[in-house]
């Protein structure tokens, strides 16, 4: 079952819908997918995605986990601090899931993390904090 | 802060750039494009485009275009620093985001290394509006050099 809120945010929302990003589920947890798009791209070389697209698929699903979270529809990344743990490769899918730490009056931290082959090898992992508005 | 003097004497330097910029698929879509380049200091120009916009109406960059924009600035100090295109890799990007560029407005991003330690280099970036002083959000990222896998960029040194 997915929250509607967050498939309205996906669809209204510009670089949401660049990113192409699905929702798998909202409950317990907020896990996407990201296709792979040749826009992507960060070294064409390797063909393997950009470190800032990594990170903001991260951000993005952060972003969702606050909003289904925490019964606002508006929140501001403050900071996010992301560890790149593997390569991303090219042609596969970003798989994304996010976990609200904390959600207070104001401020919610996150942390997400995504993976390509299993969520026991993940590609990316990152803590961000958002104010809630 | 103070920064490290780099070895920026590869005279291709901004075709490099260039190459970085238009051959990268992120990089076009996002329209990144070098400014210019003061000591080993990289300003990189990221333009608005309203599909990068955090809303339909009265938009702004959107911070996911920002990140991304801003871990390339990072990639580019670091290759000024190295003075050739290398296999690079972003081992921790840590970004702040202070305030929301005015909508309809890009951002100029100065990023360049303060410091370095072997394979690990370490960089800072600010994000600015265009012909502004205002500073919307800063960055510290550790990169490493020599990763496994092709060059871009070393066929034209």
Redesign the interface.
């Known amino acids: 079952m997915i929250n509607q809120k967050l498939i309205d945010f996906l669809e ?4 949401a ?3 192409g990003t699905e929702i798998i589920t909202s409950i317990p947890e907020t896990e996407c997918v990201t296709r792979w798009q ?9 063909r393997a995605w ?4 990594v ?2 698929v991260l ?2 699903t952060g972003t969702l986990a606050v909003i289904n979270s925490a019964k606002t529809k508006e929140c ?9 743990l593997r ?1 991303a490769l090219g042609d596969k899918s970003l798989f994304s899931r996010a976990t609200v730490v904390r959600s207070g009056k104001r401020v919610h931290t996150v942390s997400a993390v995504v993976w390509q082959n299993s969520p026991d090898e993940p590609t990316a992992i990152a803590s961000l904090t958002f104010a809630g508005k | 802060m103070v920064f490290e003097q780099g070895k920026t004497g590869i005279g291709s330097t901004e075709k490099l750039f260039d190459m970085f910029f238009t051959h990268v698929g992120t990089h076009r879509d996002l329209g990144l494009t070098l400014q210019n380049i003061e000591g080993d200091i990289a300003k990189i120009h990221l333009p608005f485009q309203s599909k990068h916009a955090d809303s339909i109406e009265n938009g702004s960059l959107h911070t996911t275009a920002i990140a991304t924009a801003i871990d390339s600035a990072c990639g580019c100090a670091v290759m000024l620093h190295l003075g050739k295109p290398a296999a690079i890799a972003t081992v921790n990007l840590r970004i702040d985001y202070m305030r929301k560029p005015e909508p309809g407005r890009g951002l100029v991003i100065e990023a360049s290394c303060y410091q370095y330690a072997e394979d690990f280099i370490y960089v800072g970036a600010a994000a600015y509006q265009v012909n502004s002083k205002i500073m919307c959000c800063n960055a510290v990222g550790i990169f490493k050099s020599d990763t496994p896998g092709p060059v871009l960029g070393m066929e034209i040194t």
């Not at chain 1, 950009?50 to 697209?53: E, L, Q």
């Not at chain 1, 501001?76 to 790149?84: H, M, Q, V």
């Open positions: 209204e929302t510009p670089y819908r660049n990113y040749n826009v992507f791209t960060g070294n064409p070389l390797l950009h470190g800032g697209v990170s903001g951000e993005l501001a990344l403050l900071s996010i601090n992301t560890s790149y390569p």
